[in-house]
């Protein structure tokens, strides 16, 4: 499970916000003008992606929470 992500959209650092998905929205915007996101997973590890590494319905799995869908991360 995701815990943070890089988000496209900067947001203050004493402002912690959360980009908000539901499983029916679009997936919302990651990372950099490079198209590389930052990911924290709840088992401590950190992983940067390209954002062609992942597909939609990859990135769906991962930040979904419980849905029994297993992920295979590109290392």
């Known amino acids: 499970m995701v815990e943070a992500v890089e988000a ?4 203050p650092w004493a402002k912690p916000d959360d980009l908000v998905y539901d499983g029916k929205l679009p997936l919302p915007k990651f990372g950099g003008p490079n198209g590389s ?3 924290g ?9 390209l954002g062609c590494q992942l597909t ?6 991962v ?7 297993p992920v295979t991360i590109p290392r």
């Open 8 to 11: 496209a959209e900067s947001v």
């Open 56 to 61: 939609e319905q990859t990135t769906c799995y």
């Open 41 to 49: 997973f709840a088992d401590g590890s950190v992983n940067t992606f």
């Open 63 to 69: 930040i979904s929470v419980a849905d029994g869908m």
């Open 37 to 39: 996101f930052t990911v």
